[in-house]
Nanobody, 124 residues
Framework: VQLQASGGGLVQAGGSLRLSCAAS????????IGWFRQAPGKEREGVSY????????YYADSMKGRFTISTDNAKNTVYLQMNSLKPEDTAVYYC??????????????????WGQGTQVTVSS
């Protein structure tokens, strides 16, 4: 099982980035994929989650309307489109595989496998 996160970079406030999480060793249809982020000195927090099979999507309140999670099953890849980025979005972003119930998607211990992270830096 491998998760490869990519797409991070340096962007000005108001800009956009699209993160990718390429999965291998399993089918996306069988698992949920969550995006988390961790800023220096802060705890890891849930950003978004796409639930297996149903395709239902979930977002943290501060990301609603700005971030969009999507899945390309043919490429076995999950994307996180991030628009209207703010300096407070600066963090290392991780994707992770799990099967949490909907109410627990933000709990990092619900995920068994993690990608290596990709740095997102938003300048003001």
């Amino acid at each position: 099982v491998q998760l490869q996160a990519s797409g991070g970079g340096l962007v000005q406030a108001g800009g956009s980035l699209r993160l990718s999480c390429a999965a291998s060793g399993f089918r996306l249809n069988d698992y949920g994929i969550g995006w988390f982020r961790q800023a220096p000195g802060k705890e890891r927090e849930g950003v978004s989650y796409v639930r297996r099979s149903s395709g239902a999507t979930y977002y943290a309140d501060s990301m609603k309307g700005r971030f969009t999670i999507s899945t390309d099953n043919a490429k076995n890849t999950v994307y996180l489109q991030m628009n209207s980025l703010k300096p407070e979005d600066t963090a290392v972003y991780y994707c992770a595989r799990g099967r949490p119930v909907a109410s627990a998607w933000t709990i990092s211990t619900m995920y068994a496998y993690w990608g290596q992270g990709t740095q997102v830096t938003v300048s003001s």
